[in-house]
């Protein structure tokens, strides 16, 4: 009995150590879509879009701001950020390192409430059960990382319909505030996109059915969001425990369906620093190469 319980606690052990090295295993997942109506990429391949999200930054954390920041050498067209670039009050110059080459790439982002609000410890069976956990309203510098982000040229799409082009085709956003502590007001930005945008997309942090169904209503192509991170905590093969919002375990991360919509779940690029692990869920950023119709 006794030799049990020590083989136990060495397998509880080592599995720790290997969730706490996952958090460090960057990667980039890659999708196609072929949403464009032929002509509109004029002999280019694709209009790329990199999706970052839960970027949970802490001070020290080099080898995610290297990794990030080289991302910019795929030389997206749109880069598109869903929150929770915080994880720490000092963080946003580390948060700014990372982003650094992609704000000068066309951009537009939206929050969540760990960009708000510092983190704090987490009870993990309320995790395990997938129970919301309260704010702790401990206000984060998020007021002077979105001037940043917008003097680098950026757009605050919390509540607001922008349309601007980015290369050839012409873009219809429109985002909401973080849904996970019902921050969003989509009567705001109620309607259907602009019927001259190439390419409409839709920005949440959360993913929370009452949202995306309005998205999907309003005839958006394309709902990216984060949040879940990917469940964090997965079983092998990579099937979700949680998803920490309502959408399905089945959609945690990925591309998917969502009725006429496509969406994109990204696994996040982080986590809150006082659950700093990983199992069979990589921290990941997204590349989407929407492509023409044929």
């Not at 020590?6 to 958090?23: C, E, I, K, M, R």
């Not at 040229?153 to 050839?168: M, N």
């Not at 620093?273 to 990983?278: C, F, G, N, S, T």
Request: proline fraction near 6%; charged fraction near 20%; include cysteine.
């Amino acid at each position: 009995m006794k030799k049990s319980l020590v083989g136990l606690g060495a397998l509880g052990l080592s599995t720790l150590a290997y969730a706490n090295l996952q958090t460090r295993d960057f990667i980039l997942q890659e999708y196609e879509l072929p949403l464009l109506a032929p002509g509109v990429l004029r002999g280019k391949a694709s209009f790329d879009v990199l999706h970052v999200s839960d970027l949970h930054m802490i001070p020290g954390q080099r080898a995610k701001v290297e990794w990030v920041s080289g991302l910019d050498a795929l030389e997206p067209d749109l880069v598109v950020n869903t929150g929770d670039n915080l994880s720490d009050k000092a963080a946003v110059p580390w948060v700014l390192d990372a982003l650094g080459p992609l704000l000068n790439r066309p951009g537009a982002f939206v929050f969540g409430t760990n960009d708000y609000w510092a983190p704090r410890p987490v009870n993990p069976l309320k995790y395990v059960l997938d129970q919301k956990r309260e704010p702790s309203y401990v206000d984060l510098p998020w007021k002077g990382m979105r001037a940043a982000f917008i003097e680098r040229g950026w757009r605050d799409a919390t509540h607001q319909r922008l349309e601007f082009k980015a290369g050839d085709v012409r873009l219809a956003l429109a985002g909401v505030d973080d849904p996970h502590h019902e921050l969003d007001d989509y009567a705001t930005i109620a309607g259907a996109p602009n019927v001259d945008a190439d390419l409409s997309i839709a920005l949440l942090h959360a993913p929370y059915r009452r949202v995306l169904d309005a998205f999907e209503a309003d005839g958006y192509q394309l709902a990216l969001a984060g949040h879940t991170h990917g469940g964090q905590i997965r079983l092998p093969g990579g099937r979700a425990l949680v998803t920490n919002a309502d959408i399905d375990r089945e959609r945690a991360s990925g591309l998917h369906r969502y009725g006429g919509m496509w969406m994109e779940v990204s696994q996040g690029l982080g986590q809150s620093k006082y659950a700093p692990a990983r199992l069979f869920c990589k921290p990941a950023a997204s590349l989407i190469h929407v492509t023409e119709r044929t």
